[in-house]
């Protein structure tokens, strides 16, 4: 994926997913909320369909992905496969909207529940203000105040009231510390030198960078710093051409053996890869799992999990090279499975290790929900980064946020 520098990708985006039962008015509110006709209204059921991202501006939230799903009452045919996508789009949100519309609010609460399992911050609505008895309304707010001990807030989306105590309500409930990680945490400061040893293969076409090394060199410039760029052939003349060596090396992890061999001893050295596993993950958990490498057997089976939907490259890291390297340690018959995108399986136990690749395309709170869904079935988890420092066996000399 190319990006200019200074837009925001979705993925960095603050997410916020709205849920209700059908016709509930979620995609009114939406669009009131927003501005813009961002979703589809109508009084048929079932409108809303696959859910729809939106990404935009919100003061004083900032940059954001607004999410228009499916009624998680839907009981047309697609009903199943409509709550599959709505399910998914809940595992991505960092804050949820649920609307209430009557008093039945049996599944508002077994939502809210699920959200808070996952330490998801939880805003309730009352909406259709305009259309619903003040007696109902009472009723509804105390439900669920004895259920969830939140207070909802009343709005309409056709008068606008009460939307701006909506922006204030989700502001207070951003998660903690959100929008406070960095790619590179504290391994650099202001005026430290950062060499960029990066490959230019099949995978980054001319004139192209890929995302992460795009929103890395973002952040060195945000932070000060001094940044080099390089191709794997000129890294020993960048090295001359430096009064001193670099404070931090990052490359991408295919070529970790090859830039730790050259590197000045008083450099650190990470990767893109092994950056992002704490960015968008859970590092110390995938370095742990790291070490169900070493049991490996040519009867074992692995899950590789990409982020991106490209189509397979020759020189594939996660298709071909990881692979090759496990079987060349394991033998030929080890099983490789490859998903893309969202196709993460639900049922992990027939595999003795998932290798995620760097997740530069999905927000975090979606991968640590895929970490989460590993660890309560007991199956080892890890990166492509990870993964190759181990092989390498210099996982214990490179450098951690």
């Not at 996508?85 to 991505?92: G, N």
């Not at 519309?101 to 699920?114: C, G, R």
């Not at 070493?294 to 490259?313: G, V, W």
């Amino acid at each position: 994926m190319t990006l200019s520098l200074n837009e925001t990708p979705s993925a960095n985006r603050l997410h916020i997913g709205v849920f209700g039962k059908t016709n509930s008015g979620k995609s009114s509110f939406i669009n009131a909320f927003t501005g813009q006709d961002v979703a589809i209204v109508s009084e048929i059921s079932g409108t809303t369909t696959d859910p729809i991202y939106k990404p935009m501006e919100i003061n004083p939230l900032g940059a954001c992905v607004m999410i228009d799903t499916a009624g998680f009452d839907d009981t047309t045919a697609l009903g199943d496969m409509r709550m599959e996508k709505t399910e998914l789009a809940a595992e991505k949100t960092d804050l949820a909207v649920i609307l209430l519309a009557d008093k039945n609010l049996e599944k508002e609460i077994t939502w809210y529940q699920m959200f808070k399992e996952k330490n998801t911050p939880v805003l309730f609505l009352i909406n259709k203000a305009d259309k619903i008895a003040k007696d109902d309304i009472d009723v509804i707010s105390s439900v669920i105040q004895e259920h969830t001990k939140e207070t909802p807030l009343v709005i309409s989306s056709v008068t606008k009231d009460g939307l701006e105590k909506v922006k204030e309500a989700l502001a207070r409930k951003l998660p903690e510390n959100y929008g406070t990680l960095e790619i590179t945490g504290n391994l650099v400061t202001k005026e430290d030198v950062v060499l960029l040893v990066m490959p230019q293969d099949i995978q980054a076409p001319k004139g192209r960078l890929v995302l992460p090394q795009v929103q890395t060199i973002r952040e060195l410039l945000d932070k000060k710093c001094i940044v080099m760029s390089v191709t794997t052939d000129c890294m020993e003349q960048a090295l001359q051409a430096l009064t001193k060596p670099p404070k931090l090396i990052i490359t991408d992890s295919q070529i970790f053996g090859f830039v730790f061999e050259r590197k000045p001893k008083e450099s650190m050295l990470t990767s893109f890869s092994v950056l992002f596993a704490a960015y968008k993950g859970d590092l110390p958990y995938y370095i742990e799992g790291a070490k169900a490498i070493d049991s490996l057997t040519e009867k074992s089976r692995i899950l590789i999990a990409e982020c991106c939907t490209h189509a397979p490259l020759t020189e594939d890291i996660g298709r071909v090279k990881i692979p090759n390297m496990l079987r060349k340690r394991f033998g030929a018959g080890l099983t490789v499975d490859i998903v893309s995108g969202t196709d993460y399986p639900k049922d992990l136990t027939p595999y003795n290790l998932i290798i995620q690749c760097g997740a530069c395309m999905f927000n975090r709170q979606y991968v640590l929900s895929r970490i989460d869904r590993a660890k309560k079935q007991h199956v080892p988890m890890t990166n492509y980064g990870v993964t190759i420092a181990h092989i390498t066996g210099i996982l214990d000399k490179i450098s951690t946020t």
